[in-house]
């Protein structure tokens, strides 16, 4: 093997510009295995029930959720534009559509709510109900701490020249709602769409 | 690069006080891990002895029942999530960046946070002690349904608290592993390509691989189960709907792959130190490398194992028998490269590397009994039996813990600057060979005679065998002794170590000792060869004998 490594790489010492990425996408990597747990607990266990739904239950209502689903799936584009507005030096677009996509994460944990609330089974309700409130509720989570991060972000966009240089708590935190949003199609048609026993 | 501004300096007399707080320097943070966690070893080697006490009278007259299932839970919990990982942890940090010649971790204060959540989850694991109805006593793996049973539907529990640790030390270790990846990944000298990096640092990539990818799904298990116990779900509870082997699952999935948590990084210890003490580069590097990701792929699919009695179909008995046998050949590959460098090579019997032959003579042993384990038949007759924890305490105690001692004689003067005593080593690896054989060899007999685990009172006709055990467990326990008398004498009076007392190969050898804060700093040497030049005369790295010059007038100066 050859060397491969610069040897003028930037200070080793003092920054690390790429690392904090680095990091955050093998934290991601690692994040995605706790969902894949529950996936998997979710189709064994519901693929071996005797009376997977709880007595008194028909199903899931499924509009309620698409709408959701639509709504989530559009901010992962318009945290995309956010983004190129960023790398284009435009500012107020960024601030502009990083603030469209914070307002449809909270609308996302606003339906989620409304949809909990009308339900007529609780955490406690067999497999059924824990599995459900389980999933959803540990997304959910992760919305909210999306949700909060763009905050963060939108805060530090205000400090002048902070993002002169690229930043990458932007990119981590646009990463991070991909990947929430991935998460949420499959838990879509694992849950709602999947509903035949 | 020019030689005059190398080597760095060695360090101020830095005082004590940065050892117990918030330091975010990965040398003073390595120290502290390791000291932390032989804290708690001896906490767990005391609750081994109380076992052993139990079982060297078939009765039960020692402790009470319920006490007992309490003290074999905490002892293995103890030892694994208090001690192994906290320890290999250290060494981690004190290995990783002086030999790939980074300054520190990549991320020096997550680095911190990591290590000061262990006293706290080891303060929370022992305080289960003291709440009503006392710590968890469902075994390590704490399988449901014992695993839910609240009796005195305290909210607060040992149970809970147990899970709670569990979990506390889940994030601990997966920010480790973050940082370890991002900075084996990122941060390697000029020149340091992949296959001119130690091996050590190969197996912690490897084992910081499997951290990343096993431990969120025991997290996630964990959580289905604090549900379960404290807020009424039925995840694993059959009269809800629920699957207790689903539990075992998880657990697993985790849990197997922590095996080669434990032990991958101690291939890299015997990686590193054969050639040392034999004078021989390591035989078939790149293959030793390699066969690190082998283990780490079938290490991940081998799960089943533990559980082919729990009720799995026989397809999957067939298949997980098929893939654990199948990691016989990476580990195979390993144990005959480390045969291969001793071979006619000029060794040297120094405290180090008698750990290492002891512990490589215990792993052989433990790797035979694996086999024998993993297959079904054997597997079904023995299962939950003395074999199995024979077995096992082979591979953690005989080979991983010694492999550590061998670790810590070994590098103890890079990072301490001070020598440890050879005669107090070799008393310590005497007591501890001959301890861990007595204590652990028996039980094979035991459990095939069917003598069953986390029992505290047996039939009669099981006694000779528990005796011996018991005499083994005592003489380990006595081993500690030279062992700590050691490493505080030699910290606080040893003979000053010299930059490279083992006339040993690597970036960290080419520091003063102890090393500067920043290691290397801004002047890392280029790496021109592979590791391991023992003989070859092949220089490490660029301007090495000006460095080695530098170093040794450095030393003759103070």
């Known amino acids: 093997m050859t060397a491969t490594v610069d040897s003028n790489r930037p200070d080793s010492n003092t920054a690390h510009p790429k690392h904090n990425l680095t990091g955050f996408i093998i934290f991601l990597c690692s994040e995605s295995v706790v969902f894949l747990t529950f996936f998997s607990g979710f189709a064994i266990l519901k693929t071996s029930a005797l009376n997977w739904l709880p007595a008194g239950v028909a199903g899931l209502e499924w509009r309620m ?51 909990w609330s009308g339900l007529q089974f609780g955490f406690t309700s067999g497999t059924f109900g824990g599995t459900f409130y389980l999933l959803t509720g540990f997304h959910g989570l992760h919305v909210a701490t999306g949700v909060f991060l763009m905050g963060l972000m939108l805060v530090k966009s205000f400090i002048p020249q902070n993002y002169a240089g690229g930043e990458q708590g932007v990119q981590a935190t646009s990463l991070f709602w991909h990947f929430v949003d991935v998460i949420w199609i499959i838990l879509f048609v694992l849950i709602y769409v999947w509903q035949r026993t | 690069m020019t030689s005059t501004t ?78 192994i990982f906290p320890v290999l942890n250290g060494l981690n940090n004190l290995l990783i960046p002086t030999m790939i010649g980074a300054p520190d971790m990549a991320f020096p204060r997550l680095n911190a946070v990591a290590f000061w959540l262990v006293p706290i989850f080891g303060t929370l694991l022992i305080a289960s002690f003291f709440v009503p109805g006392g710590p968890a006593y469902s075994g390590w793996w704490s399988y449901p349904p014992v695993s839910t049973q609240n009796p005195l539907g305290h909210f607060v529990n040992g149970q809970g608290l147990w899970l709670t640790a569990v979990a506390l030390s889940g994030v601990s270790s997966i920010m480790g592993a973050v940082n370890f990846v991002t900075t084996i990944l ?54 809800g709907g629920g699957d207790p082997v ?89 144990v005959f490269a480390w045969l291969g460098t001793i071979w006619r090579g000029k060794l040297r019997l120094t405290t180090p590397m008698l750990f290492c032959l002891g512990g490589l003579f215990n792993f052989v042993f433990a790797g035979i009994t694996g086999i024998m384990l993993a297959t079904v038949p054997v597997d079904i007759h023995v299962s939950n039996t003395y074999f199995v924890v024979g077995h096992f305490h082979y591979v953690i105690y005989g080979a991983a813990v010694m492999g550590i001692f061998a670790a810590i004689y070994h590098w103890f003067p890079k990072f301490i600057g001070r020598m440890p005593y050879e005669g107090l080593g070799k008393l310590h690896f005497l007591l501890t060979f001959v301890g ?39 003489l380990l326990g006595v081993s500690i002794i030279p062992f700590l008398l050691n490493m505080v004498s030699a910290w606080v009076r040893g003979p000053k170590a010299t930059h490279n007392p083992w006339n040993a ?11 500067p804060e920043d290691n290397f700093g801004e002047h890392v040497p280029t790496v021109i060869s592979r590791p391991y030049g023992y003989g070859t005369g092949e220089p490490l790295v660029d301007h090495q004998a000006e460095i080695e010059r530098e170093l040794t007038l450095q030393e003759a100066s103070t």
């Open chain 2, 186 to 239: 990122r941060m390697r000298a000029p020149g340091m390509g992949f296959f001119r990096m130690p091996v050590f640092c190969w197996t912690a990539l490897a084992a910081q691989s499997l951290q990343l990818i096993g431990l969120p799904a025991l997290t996630g298990g964990a959580i289905m189960l604090l549900m379960d116990l404290n807020f009424g779900t039925s995840f694993y509870q059959p009269e």
């Open chain 2, 436 to 474: 861990a054989n007595l204590n652990f060899l028996p039980m094979h007999p035991l459990g095939l005679m069917g003598m069953p685990r986390r029992v505290s009172s047996y039939d009669p006709e099981f006694a000779f065998w528990n005796v011996l055990a018991s005499l083994g467990a005592f």
């Open chain 2, 6 to 83: 190398f080597p760095p300096s060695p360090p101020e007399d830095a005082s004590w006080s940065r050892y117990f707080g918030f330091n975010t320097d990965a040398k003073v943070i390595g120290i502290q891990y390791i000291v932390v966690a032989f804290f708690f070893f001896l906490i767990g080697g005391l609750l081994a002895m109380i076992i052993r006490g139990e079982l060297i009278t078939p009765a039960a007259d020692l402790v009470d029942r319920t006490v007992y299932n309490g003290i074999y839970t905490m002892h293995g919990t103890i030892m694994l999530f208090l001690f």
């Open chain 2, 505 to 515: 190969i690597g970036l960290e050898w080419l520091l003063p000792s102890p090393p």
């Open chain 2, 246 to 334: 689903l539990y075992q699952h998880f657990f697993w999935f985790y849990s197997h792959p922590a095996v080669y948590v434990i032990i991958l990084p101690v291939f890299g210890i015997f990686s590193e130190l054969f050639p040392v003490y034999s004078r021989k580069p390591l035989f078939g590097y790149v293959y030793v490398c390699l066969a690190s990701f082998i283990i780490v792929g079938l290490g991940l699919v081998v799960w089943v194992h533990h559980f082919f009695s729990s009720g799995v179909a026989q397809w999957m008995r067939n298949l997980f028998m098929f893939t654990t046998m199948l990691i016989a050949v990476p580990t195979g590959v390993k």
């Open chain 1, 65 to 115: 959720p698409l709408i959701n689903t639509v709504v989530l799936v559009s901010s992962s584009g318009t945290i995309w534009l956010a983004e190129r507005c960023m790398a284009k030096g435009n500012l107020l677009g960024f601030r502009a559509f990083w603030l469209v996509t914070m307002a449809l994460g909270a609308y996302f944990l606003y339906g989620q709510a409304v949809e």
